[in-house]
């Protein structure tokens, strides 16, 4: 691997965050088109070898470094502040896919337990509330967008959201269906 594409790597490790192509052109001193030929490179070569990180490509020209989501079962109890429950994971879900939405209104669709779940969310940098009269008007950020490798455009990232959900629906059913094949043999 050449030095160009190790201080990428190592850019795209110690940031923690997504960064711009302009800003890893910035790093190495050269120009857009050439970070986009090694951002390919080393995506290709973390693909190449199974590991547990990959390169992402996010939308606005952004590249984060990231656990590959399928280990997040195994290890995701190691991860600082812990992952979010099901529970809390679906009020995020709803709150993304009927953003903006007011708390009050998500407290009367999804009970009074969405409270604890909007405050962790706050608190993990997932939800933005913005007080509206006696309740707060709840939106996601662009961390959360980051996190999912979702769109920051609220049109895309409901769109984007709606077919993965479809899609993990869609495994789910088939897993289930493998199963009760397996059990009627």
């Known amino acids: 691997m050449d030095e160009d594409m190790i201080t990428l790597e190592a850019a795209l490790y110690v940031s923690g965050r997504a960064l711009t192509l302009e800003e890893l052109a910035n790093i190495i001193g050269k120009s857009q088109s050439t970070v986009q030929k090694l951002l390919d490179e080393l995506s290709f070569e973390y693909s190449k070898r199974k590991g547990a990180l990959e390169i992402v490509a996010l939308p606005r020209d952004r590249y984060a470094m990231q656990l590959r989501p399928e280990l997040t079962p195994s290890v ?110």
């Open 76 to 185: 995701g109890r190691l991860i600082p502040g812990g992952l979010l429950s099901f529970a809390t994971l679906q009020t995020l879900v709803f709150i993304a896919l009927k953003q903006p939405i007011i708390q009050s209104d998500l407290v009367t669709q999804r009970g009074t337990h969405c409270y604890d779940h909007v405050k962790e969310l706050i608190e993990k940098k997932f939800v933005e509330a913005v007080p509206e009269g006696r309740s707060k008007n709840l939106t996601t950020t662009p961390l959360f967008a980051d996190y999912f490798g979702l769109d920051s455009d609220r049109i895309k990232l409901k769109a984007q959201l709606r077919f993965k959900l479809k899609r993990i629906l869609d495994e789910q059913k088939e897993r289930e269906e493998q199963a009760e094949k397996g059990l009627s043999k």
